[in-house]
């Protein structure tokens, strides 16, 4: 995920994995449909508790993975929500700064506009 091992706030790798996660669930594992024929029809006398215990063995796994799956779903979910909720935090508190700033210039505040990037919105620096 992301670079390494961690997302380190990385909003839009946050989001990716989450639709990846997404996608790992949606495949259906050949194990979920597997049933077991309870059936012996005659031969070795262990049938009837093998055919038992592959039964119970079956259950089970089968459990476990749609757990796993459930798991994995709750995962993207609560990444996804969360990249999104960090990218919207993230621009709020830009545009709540730059406010913050337009608001204040002439508030005794030095005019810092020609010292900031071009590419800053509302700066109109002279040409």
């Known amino acids: 995920m992301g670079s390494g091992e961690t997302v380190d706030g990385d909003t839009v790798v946050m989001i990716e994995a989450a639709q990846s996660f997404n996608s790992v669930v949606q495949d259906v594992p050949n194990l979920m449909g597997r049933s077991v024929d309870a059936a012996c029809g005659g031969g070795l006398q262990e049938c009837g508790p093998l055919a038992q215990a592959d039964a119970y063995a079956t259950n089970n ?43 204040d210039r002439g508030a005794g505040l030095p005019d810092i506009t020609k010292a900031l990037p071009a590419w800053v919105p509302g700066t109109s620096q002279p040409k």
């Open 61 to 103: 796994l089968q459990t476990f993975v749609q757990n796993v799956r459930y798991g994995i779903a709750a995962y993207g979910k609560f990444a996804q929500s969360s990249g999104i909720a960090y990218r919207d935090a993230d621009e709020a508190a830009a545009a709540d700064l730059l406010q913050r700033w337009r608001d």
